[in-house]
């Protein structure tokens, strides 16, 4: 595997590993030489100290207290889990600022010998005073508390605190778990004001974004598309997804969500069928114990309105049972012409203490969306007939303002958690999706001619239908073996989804004497003029059991072994309606028994840093379909990494470096043809997959937040030859926020900026020399990077206002490499006026 590796990293790579060993290096520097805010020294009782932290959740916000005040702050997680704090804004002494941090909660602070505090219940009456403290084991605190549910509203991190189970099904913090994992935190899109999934992976390193058209995209990782997305780690993608189902995971607006979590690389384990490029996973807020409300008003350019609201609190005075409900409503317009959008989404959540180990959570999630004039299959013609350049401004758009998707979507689920004294946990998971759509076409074929001629527009018509039921019950906990603590888990699960698209088509097309000056307005085409040409059925079935040790031979090593069994089948039925009599074709394949390997291995250097390594099989069923209209195979291969990990501060910041190597057989392509409407894929034989990622994200100084990464990736097929080369083999992505100190201290600055390396792909154009890879076929976007700037000013405690500036210097280049292409949006900029209760 060594030789493999080093062998892929040519002379193009030597910047990005170069930039990768700079960042690695320069985190360890920063971790190894800890500045003086960050000293563990204890602060005098009456020493008064300027403090700004804001109200949420208790633990991160005695961690941030405890680091500014050089207090040493003994306590456990379960005393602070689920309480919040009103927070602190002001001049304190250390014994005043506790108090108000405190209120409310039903803790005290209690001072002990040599400057520490530990925490203890509030007394209720006067004799309690006299109650002796419980001896608790001390712990310095000059970070955020870990949470194992992982949640990071309210830390102001840009790294997560707690544990994630998305990998290995373990609860294991990022420095635990033997793969990259990036977390996308909630300080994150509150700060670069990302609504909608899309925006939050564009800014995700490690991450290659394309985007088909203005609401369709798609997602690489390590070279290979992304095809798992996930809500609370329960399935919401088929395998493959499919261009129309991209269509619900680019409206899943992010007020419902607490962070999304990107793990690298592939997870067999616990996702069973899928690729090795990335699961990403979307985790819901939860409902909290002491009443909260935020509401944000945005506008900004292009129309954009937005309104957004959430509130969270107990449903009865015990606060046994919780509840929470987010919504938003969002207009506006875009850089395209005649293209306009209108989103609703409201989320709801019920949390209830059944008994004292036993919790039980019901949430729904609705959206409503409205697309006018989308430009499907992209807004801008790349060709001429004779293989030249088309040059349209990039507000232009080849669609009638008639063109639109309306979709309703709602996701429901349910999750049953019990804890036993033993430490085991069992957790039984629900999930059921019902999602339909409409959408209204208009795809242009062919190439135009300079005087406009040679087109043809075909006013299209989808009406499509999802019906998804997961069902996942897991179990987890301690054991004991020779003398020594282990943990394991196993699980089972079911998956069964069925997606029917009724496809309408125009039978005769529509060809304008002059495109360019006729495309917007191309009449519509009369219902009573559409024919209803088929009916697909596609459903697939998955039921699936796995298990896993996390076993520890010395207290430095770990090493996670397991293994997932699945039956994986689908049935594609479609109905040709438009000949006499309908004729119906069925095709159906079955994996049965399929076994998925899973090693993994964390050995600990020191307290700062360890080394992993993991290797995984890959199986991944595709839905694509060849030049027959046949389904082609399912991908099979293999999966290595190795790296190094770092956790500083308490784990406020955390470092990755990694390396890969990926193999895969029979890896679907695009060829941009099409067949019956489909496009046409082909399979890559021996696809090979090596690439080196770097990343940092968390407090580097106390108000200085940093997320950035790089990423270099080859993919190769069987012989030797470049393989989806859409997807950028060079990436860098930093976003960083600073408070200002003493009188600035209300104002935060921040900024960006994502740089990738050259695409391009052959057979984009009329190749009419016959030869792939020159300029009458070959489509490229050239290397290019994009700024963004951000500021928050705190008006008072509880309201500030935050201005975004996207495209600083108004870079132009296009997402995704068609004949039908779409433009990366101009420069832009939004307000949001934001309180919080």
Known sequence: MKTSLTSSLTIGALRPVALATWLAATAGAVALAPPVAHAQQSGSPAAVRSYSIAAGPL??????????????????????????????????????????????????AVAREGGAYTLRSAPVVAAATATTVPSLAEVRVAAQTVYNDGTTEGTGSYTAVGTSTLATGLGLSLRETP???????????????????????????GINFEQADSERFSIFSRGFGVDSFLVDGMPMSSHAAGAYELLYQSQMDMVAFDRVEIVKGATG?????????????????RPTKELQATAQATLGTWNLRRLEGDISGPLNEAASVRGRVAMVDEKADSHVDRYNRDKKSVFAVVEADITSATTLSVSANHMDNTVNGMPFNGAVPMFYRDGTRIDLP????QVPSWSRWHSKSTFLG?????????????????????????????????????????????????????????????????????????????G??????????????????????????????????????????????????EKNAYGALRLRPTDALSVILGTRVRNWSTDNSST?????????????????????????????????????????????????????????GPVDGSAYEAGLKGEFYDKKLNTTMAVYRVKQNNLGESTDETFNGQPVYVGIPGAVATGI??????????????????????????????????????????FTTYRLPGQWAQLTLGGGVRWQSSTYRDGAGPNNDRILGTPDDRLEQPAYSVVDLMANYKISPKMSLVLNLNNLFDKSYITTLRQGAQYGSPRSISASLRVRY
């Open 59 to 108: 633990g991160p916000a005695l961690s941030t207290f405890a680091g500014q005040s050089d207090i040493t702050l003994a306590f456990t997680p379960d005393q602070a889990n689920n309480l919040r704090t009103p927070g602190l804004q002001g001049t304190y002494s250390i014994t005043q600022a506790l108090a108000q941090l405190l209120a409310g909660t039903g803790l005290q």
């Open 179 to 205: 793969q990259s994992i990036t977390v996308f935190t909630r300080a994150q899109i509150e700060d670069q004001a990302l609504y909608n999934l899309p925006a939050v992976l564009k800014q995700t390193p």
């Open 269 to 285: 384990l616990m996702r069973g069928a899928g690729s090795p490029s990335a699961s990403v996973n979307m985790v819901r807020k």
């Open 394 to 397: 990039r507000t232009w758009s």
């Open 414 to 490: 349910a999750d049953l958690e019990h804890h036993l004294d033993s430490g085991w946990i069992a957790k039984l998971s629900y999930s059921n999706q019902q999602s339909d759509s409409t959408l209204t076409g208009l795809t242009w074929d062919g190439y135009p001619d300079r005087n406009g001629s040679g087109r043809t527009g075909w006013r299209d018509a989808y009406l499509d239908d999802t019906r998804r039921d997961s069902w996942r019950l897991n179990v987890s906990g301690p054991f004991d073996l020779l003398g020594r603590r282990h943990e394991a888990m196993f």
């Open 492 to 541: 089972a699960g079911t998956v069964d989804s069925t997606l029917t698209t009724d496809a309408y088509y125009d039978w005769d097309g529509y060809s304008p004497t002059n495109f360019f000056a006729e495309a917007a307005g191309v009449p519509s085409l009369a219902q009573t003029e559409r024919v209803w040409v088929d009916t697909t059925v596609l459903h697939t079935r």
């Open 576 to 632: 040709t309606r438009n000949v006499t009599p309908n004729t119906v074709t069925t095709t159906a394949y079955k994996h049965n028994n399929v076994l998925t390997s899973y090693v993994g291995a964390v050995l600990d250097l020191n307290t700062h840093y360890s080394v992993y390594a993991s290797y995984t099989d890959i199986f991944t069923p595709q839905n694509y379909r060849d030049a027959r209209g046949d389904l082609i």
């Open 693 to 734: 990622e770097a990343e940092i994200a968390g407090e580097l100084q106390p108000g200085w937040q940093i997320q950035a990464g790089i990423g270099h990736n080859t993919v190769r097929d069987a012989n030797g030859n470049a393989a989806l080369t859409n997807s950028a083999r060079n990436t860098f992505k930093l």
